[in-house]
């Protein structure tokens, strides 16, 4: 069965110091799509990466980065330099196979930046 | 600007009633989806859509049902609304393919009482 565990329930982080959540996923599918969405306090997700399984590259967006290793099946997210605004939940979410776009979601990390 | 848009953010029912949650998007996107959101249950799949008049259920579909009679618009009916209904309800869109990702809407707060 596909699943998406994110383990870390709540985070919390003072402005300006790194941090990385995690995210293991199952699947039997040999070729798939991981994402990452976060969701602020007004509600909606906001998608931030997709990566497939063929790609092994870590990406750097700005303060953001991600880690993606198939051997241990994890993709995990660190944010550099924390800041307030980065306050959230953040999503993990695995493609369930077929051409549905259906997403399988983790049960999400919430994120807290004190200033 | 993409945008999905669900009709309402703040809702209160009573016990029984038929509620109806709907969601427009203006990407022209062929899938559409419902979730439901509680905490630490993640989003769950309740219903999704890959074409007009059509429907699949997801993960949790028992006490809803859905309706897609335009392309643009996606509707989440609560046949008779029940006390464990009471949740976040996100509403999503997707072109087809296994690599897009999804575009959600603000989501429905619903309270059921």
């Known amino acids: 069965a596909q699943k998406v565990t994110q383990a870390q329930t709540e985070i919390s982080v003072v402005e300006k110091e790194d941090v990385t959540l995690d995210c293991v996923y199952e699947?039997?599918?040999?070729?798939?799509?991981l994402f990452w969405y976060k969701q602020p306090p007004s509600g909606e997700l906001v998608f931030l990466i997709r990566r497939n399984s063929f790609d092994e590259q870590n990406e750097i967006s700005g303060r953001y980065s991600w880690n993606f290793q198939k051997s241990t099946s994890s993709f995990n997210f660190t944010i550099t330099a924390s800041q307030v605004v980065d306050s959230a939940v953040y999503f993990c979410?695995?493609?369930?196979?077929?051409?549905?776009?259906?997403?399988?979601f983790g049960q999400g990390t919430t994120l807290q930046v004190k200033p | 600007d993409v945008k999905v848009t669900q009709s309402s953010r703040y809702l209160v029912k009573r016990t029984g009633e038929k509620v109806f949650l709907e969601c427009v998007q203006d990407m022209d996107h062929e899938n559409m989806f419902w979730y439901r959101q509680d905490p630490g249950l993640g989003l769950r799949l309740i219903y999704f859509?890959?074409?007009?008049?059509?429907?699949e259920k997801g993960d949790i579909p028992e006490g809803y049902s859905v309706s897609r009679e335009k392309k643009e618009r996606f509707s989440l009916i609560l046949e008779s609304a029940s006390t464990n209904q009471t949740s976040m309800y996100l509403c999503?869109?997707?072109?087809?393919?296994?690599?897009?990702?999804?575009?959600f809407g603000q989501g429905t707060r619903l309270t059921v009482v």
């Open positions: 999503a869109s997707s072109q087809q393919g296994v690599n897009t990702e999804a575009f």
């Open positions: 699947t039997r599918d040999t070729t798939y799509y």
């Open positions: 979410a695995l493609s369930e196979g077929g051409n549905t776009g259906k997403l399988i």
């Open positions: 859509s890959y074409d007009v008049k059509m429907k």
